[in-house]
């Protein structure tokens, strides 16, 4: 292909990749660029050249989507928070969607009639209960800078206000700056504790209240259809799936590592007043063996909601030999998800029934999903 650094080029965009980026096409040569809709034709330069595929920065949008909107927040295209505020919040659902069911088919081998459309957030803007700021010192301007990391490179963007956090925390941002560091390459975390929870300052928690209450009715419903009677929650954090669905099952156990998560969450068992469950401290897959000889696993769910990389091969391994009656898969990275599900279902051990994605990532290339994996006799 011909394309070089610094080509000007006018290209239209037939899709949009999982990550953000437009899809473009010369001579069937793939060109990348981000903030733009399907259908659009732009003005792009060229920033990068592979052997497959280049990389282009907008410069102007020649003939733009009916679905494109002015995004509110006066940063964007620089901070990396958000790839997404150009695009009506309907149509941010029905490209989520596509893009989750595309990746499915893709990497996991599931058909797209198993991807429900993609649950919508009732506050798309104002939704973020934590984020993390960071300052670093500017040499040239010699200014501290306080904020976010910019889309294009590792500095950070200057600002006092985050449009998709809740207002305490941009008050909290004025705060910091109000008060800053004495240095530069600092992080903070800025949160909202969620009401009658008990939660360390580093341990994770879901960061959109709005939505978090049809997360919990998914999974519920999902726990109710399989009939299960125990529950194992592992990598179960501050014990917030296990403690919500308690009502469900006559037992359950929470399986943590982080120390002070599990001891926030037999804090939280207790807030909560639920008596039927325990958690212990330990590696998710070095713990399931003795549990799943505790419950019957035909009347046994286990939860899975692991870190961003996924379950560890052996644990998929371990759920392929002891066969669960119900496994419900959570995840905000739907690839690695779509991974671990191609293996659990490999050789017909489970079954697909459905995934429900929820919009909990707002204006942003995220999103989470909830799969419920059933046991074939």
């Known amino acids: 292909m011909s394309l070089k650094l610094g080509d000007k080029i006018n290209l239209t965009i037939h899709d949009l990749a999982f990550g953000g980026e ?36 907008l410069l102007r949008v020649l003939t ?24 009506d919040y309907a149509a941010q659902l029905r490209m989520k969607h596509k893009q989750i069911s595309d990746l ?62 809740e207002p305490p925390l941009n008050d909290q941002i004025k705060a910091v700056r109000a008060n800053p560091p004495p240095r530069g390459g600092l992080k903070f975390v800025l949160r909202v504790q969620p009401e009658g929870w008990s939660v360390p300052k580093d341990s994770f928690f879901q960061n959109n209240f709005f939505l978090l209450p049809k997360l919990v009715e998914t999974v519920k419903e999902m726990l109710a259809a399989s009939g299960a009677r125990h529950l194992i929650d592992l990598y179960c954090g501050v014990g917030f799936f296990g403690i919500e ?11 943590e590592y982080d120390q002070m998560a599990i001891r926030a969450a037999r804090e939280n068992v207790k807030l909560r007043n639920v008596t039927n469950g325990e958690f212990i401290s330990a590696k998710s ?35 392929r030999a002891t066969r669960p009656a119900q496994i419900i898969y959570v995840s905000c990275q739907p690839a690695t998800m779509a991974r671990d599900l191609n293996i659990l279902c490999a050789d017909g051990v489970f079954e697909l029934a459905c995934v429900q994605p929820l919009d909990m990532f707002p204006q942003t290339q995220h999103v989470e999903c909830v799969a419920d994996l059933r046991r074939r006799n």
């Open 22 to 57: 437009g899809v473009g096409r010369v001579e069937e040569f793939v060109v990348f660029v981000p903030f733009v809709i399907t259908g659009e034709t732009a003005e792009v330069e060229i920033t990068e050249v592979k052997k497959n595929f280049a990389r282009a920065k």
């Open 285 to 319: 897959e070095e713990a399931l063996p003795e549990l799943l000889k505790k419950f019957p696993v035909d009347k046994t769910t286990v939860i899975l909601d692991p870190p961003r990389k996924g379950c560890w091969p052996s644990l998929l391994e371990l759920l």
């Open 64 to 87: 733009p989507s009916p679905e494109r909107v002015t995004p509110e927040c006066q940063h964007f295209t620089i901070c990396g928070g958000c790839q997404y505020q150009h695009i």
């Open 104 to 165: 499915f088919e893709r990497v996991g081998k599931i058909s797209a009639e198993r991807i429900a459309p993609v649950m919508g957030c009732p506050q798309p803007y104002g939704y973020r209960n934590r984020i993390m700021i960071r300052s670093q010192w500017n040499g040239p301007a010699k200014k501290l800078e306080i904020g976010f990391v910019r889309a294009d490179n590792n500095f950070v963007v200057d600002l006092d206000e985050c449009k998709i956090a």
């Open 245 to 255: 669905a308690a009502s469900a099952v006559e037992s359950f156990v929470g399986v």
